[in-house]
């Protein structure tokens, strides 16, 4: 059998009858064999008590099951005294960790793969080894479970009947606004995902792009220091720029309200020069543009064609 990808990392399950199993406190279970084929195992996010009794039946049960880092998957799969082969599956080692993949399932064993945390492909590796295995006839099994972009949605009182995930947002903050510009047009509640450092700065940009609308911050959620903050998202932009972010961060902010709704259906009226003229006073073009955009759900090659006759009629040089 070929080795995991990272042999120093993975332990060898013992084969003895009996030995696949799991325990909760203090009681010992049996756990069958893993179906052959790759299992997507979600996780917890936070608080180990979350995991589903299905997927401590499948990672005690599988062949193999690969990780994004051993240490965090051990302290799971310890809390539950469960003994499994570990590989890692992460964005750097994706090509070789699918290929040891692909020769486990083309003999007929069971693959479980786990993220860090939550649901394996949601902003986590394993696209690319699922699209493979089903392209290779391979089963494929999901074990559904925690989620960061449910448990958000779920707990902090922003409308859920539409939802867009945006994932990670560009880190680069003109990246950043252009796709929140493009994101601001869309009629439903936006759920996205941020790192701690760049909340605050995440924060803002959705303040100059998008106005006060109504917002929400999800942080550590299930762990000892969870937090929900609602609040319209100027507020929350200086909320976290006065106290930075800790732990996991997700971000909701909430569909444009009667108010935006209007002037995007008044904007062929003049509500585009006027939101323009009122821009372009504060900020460089690009900035103006991008803001106006989102505020108003209007491509951004319109707005900006538009911002560049607004300024020959003033007899401005142009972009800078």
Do not use: W
């Amino acid at each position: 059998m070929a080795g995991p990808p990272d042999a120093r990392s993975a332990r060898r399950p013992d084969k003895r009858a009996g030995e696949r199993g799991f325990s909760i406190d203090g009681a010992r279970f049996a756990a069958p064999t893993a179906t052959p084929g790759l299992h997507i195992v979600a996780t917890p996010i936070g608080n180990l008590d979350d995991v589903s009794v299905r997927a401590l039946k499948v990672l005690a049960g599988a062949d193999h099951v690969f990780c994004e880092d051993t240490r965090v998957t051990r302290r799971l799969l310890e809390r539950y005294r469960i003994s499994a082969r570990l590989g890692i599956y992460d964005d750097h080692r994706g090509p070789r960790a699918r290929a040891a993949i692909m020769r486990d399932l083309e003999a007929g064993r069971s693959v479980a793969l786990v993220s860090d945390a939550g649901t394996p492909l949601v902003s986590d590796p394993g696209f690319k080894l699922v699209r493979e295995a089903r392209e290779a006839g391979h089963p494929v099994f999901v074990v559904p479970g925690p989620s960061a972009l449910t448990a958000a949605a779920a707990c902090a009182g922003i409308a859920t009947d539409r939802l867009l995930f945006a994932g990670f947002l560009p880190t680069r903050a003109m990246a950043r606004r252009r796709v929140i510009a493009e994101l601001g047009r869309v009629t439903a509640t936006l759920v996205i995902y941020e790192s701690p450092r760049r909340t605050a700065a995440t924060l803002a940009d959705l303040t100059k792009v998008l106005g006060p609308r109504e917002a929400a911050v999800a942080r550590e959620l299930t762990k000892m220091h969870e937090e929900v903050v609602r609040l319209p998202l100027d507020r929350l932009a200086l909320r976290f720029t006065e106290a930075p972010a800790r732990g996991e961060v997700v971000i909701l902010v909430a569909p444009a309200g009667d108010a935006e709704q209007a002037a995007r259906e008044t904007a062929a009226g003049g509500a585009l020069d006027g939101a323009l003229e009122a821009a372009l006073a504060g900020s460089s073009l690009r900035d103006a543009v991008l803001q106006v955009a989102g505020q108003l759900g209007l491509a951004r090659a319109e707005v900006y064609a538009r911002a560049l006759e607004l300024k020959r009629r003033r007899g401005s040089d142009g972009p800078r």
